[in-house]
């Protein structure tokens, strides 16, 4: 199937949106990252701005980053055939994985804490060769993605679908169903693994989402949805979307936030569970209302745009040692923490696409990348 002009560009937003989503991690937003220049065990005001942009992005980027990639397995899968699908995926996605994983990842982590301490061939020989640590970073949606190629390969080649059954968009009220299903089963996940925790730089708790998104992406694709949405569902879920963004803080207020109560992130308690059920209701709201507005208004195309999309792959695998860089540039400078994000946030993303494009004059890099 040719390319789709709006779907491309979505693409790219979410890719600046991972980059300046990290960076905010790095001066007090809430989540894992390499390398942090502050200190958010205490709440402050930049803390709890940047924790809420850090909880609304989680909710729903990388499901529709999901959703995206899978979009377009189904027309390369019944291109290709089985053999040859899974030989692209294994080149486009498992070369980049695994230079992540042994090249960039390790050394983004020995700069960022053990240069003044290890040489890197002891780095590597200690921390990476031993496996004591991984390095999948923010390569684990490229981990999974791998994995769904795989399984969808399989599934298509063992059961021999019905291609022809259609199956339509959701109705509202079976998506406020989805929604409080998959809340609860997410929750009930948590409770073993909390968000943060996983095997292999996987995160489960934020899976049932995930799991779910790349199905829709497949189906999507199969049953024709993007081109039929009714306008009435796309305004209520785009309504629904948007109050959702500050019902966040206002839940973890009432729930004891203010007073250093924040265990949202798994167990048996009230903001583990008002988290959950949140999470799917705004990610339904914001991934609709994006995709059609991003149909409406983004559909078209130029030469600066087509750069950038050629390139957010790239700039999706080697952001962290940009935001790394960057982040170490400023950290003598004794700036407000919010000021330096202000400042670092574009300069990465910048930086990451002008790299990307010269990574890309390479010879044969645009067969990988």
């Known amino acids: 199937m040719g390319r789709i002009v709006y779907l491309d560009n979505l693409r790219v937003f979410l890719t600046m949106l991972v980059v300046v989503f990290h960076s905010s991690i790095a001066y007090g937003g809430a989540g894992s990252w390499i390398l942090k220049d502050v200190d958010d065990s205490q709440l402050s005001v930049t803390v709890i701005i940047l ?11 990388m499901s529709l980053f999901f959703f995206l990639s899978t979009y377009f397995i189904p027309a390369s899968y019944d291109k290709k055939g089985p053999v040859s699908f899974l030989k692209g995926r294994l080149i486009r996605i498992g070369i980049p994985l695994l230079f992540y994983y042994f090249i960039i990842g390790p050394i983004t982590n020995w700069f960022a804490h053990f240069s003044s301490r290890m040489t890197l061939s002891q780095f590597y020989i200690q921390k990476v060769f031993s496996f004591q640590q991984n390095f999948f970073g923010p390569a ?3 981990e999974t993605l791998l994995y769904a190629s795989i399984v969808y390969a399989l599934y298509q080649f063992f059961t021999k679908p019905n291609k022809k059954k259609t199956i339509d968009f959701p109705k509202g009220k079976t998506l406020v169903l989805i929604a409080f299903i998959f809340g609860f089963i997410a929750f009930s996940v948590r409770l073993i693994y909390p968000t943060g925790t996983g095997i292999w730089g996987l995160q489960f708790g934020y899976f049932p989402l995930y799991l779910l998104f790349m199905w829709a992406g497949v189906a999507a694709y199969r049953h024709k949805w993007l081109e039929n949405m009714s306008e009435k569902l796309v305004k209520t879920w785009k309504i629904i979307g948007l109050i959702m963004i500050p019902i966040f803080p206002v839940g973890l207020i009432a729930t004891g936030a203010l007073s250093g109560n924040l265990n949202f992130s798994g167990g048996m ?9 949140w999470e799917p209701f705004l990610c339904f709201g914001i991934c609709i209302g994006l995709i059609v507005y991003f149909q409406k ?3 078209f195309t130029s030469h600066f745009i087509n750069l950038l999309r050629e390139s957010a792959y790239t700039v999706y695998l080697i952001h962290p040692p940009v935001i790394v860089g960057w982040t170490m540039a400023f950290r003598p400078f004794g700036l407000p923490p919010f000021v330096k994000f202000v400042l670092v946030a574009p300069l990465s993303v910048a930086t ?6 010269f990574i890309l004059r390479i010879p044969h890099a645009k067969k990988i990348l």
Request: hydrophobic fraction near 60%; aromatic fraction near 32%.
């Open 297 to 299: 208004r983004w559909n």
């Open 140 to 142: 684990w949606f490229l």
């Open 51 to 61: 924790s809420i942009f850090t909880g609304v992005c989680q909710a729903f980027f």
């Open 269 to 277: 308690n009230t903001q583990a569970l008002f988290y959950a059920l």
């Open 352 to 357: 990451c696409f002008i790299i990307a494009f």
